[in-house]
């Protein structure tokens, strides 16, 4: 069983900056695309930020130029820097892995980030 555990969420201030970390528990990290999604209350969970196995990486138009997406498979880590935060990004943050040769997927538990002043 895999499992996803993320850290680095709380609360910051406009403007402010968090970094999420995601941890895998196997050593199949490098196998796996990984995704950021995000929650906010009464809304659909959406895709944040993607790494493929290989590097490639995408983001949500309205994160681009603030969220940065990064993994460390030696540490079978996933990373989230997050700049310029704006109460719009208030949300429950999800780390997602997917293989996409046998679509395998597991998540997190989710980490919450608010931004407020």
């Known amino acids: 069983q895999v499992q996803l555990v993320e850290s680095g969420g709380g609360l910051v201030q406009p403007g402010g900056s968090l970094r999420l970390s995601c941890a895998v528990s196997r050593n199949i990290f490098s196998l796996y695309t990984m995704n950021w999604y995000r929650q906010a209350p009464g809304k659909q969970r959406d895709l944040v930020a993607t790494?493929?196995?290989?590097?490639?990486?995408s983001y949500a138009d309205s994160v681009k130029g603030r969220f940065t997406i990064s993994r460390d498979n030696a540490k079978n880590t996933v990373y989230l820097q997050m700049n310029s935060l704006k109460p719009d990004d208030t949300a429950v943050y999800y780390c997602n892995a997917f293989q996409p040769i046998n679509k395998y997927t597991y998540w997190g538990q989710g980490t919450q980030v608010t931004v407020a002043s």
């Open positions: 790494i493929a196995s290989f590097g490639t990486t």
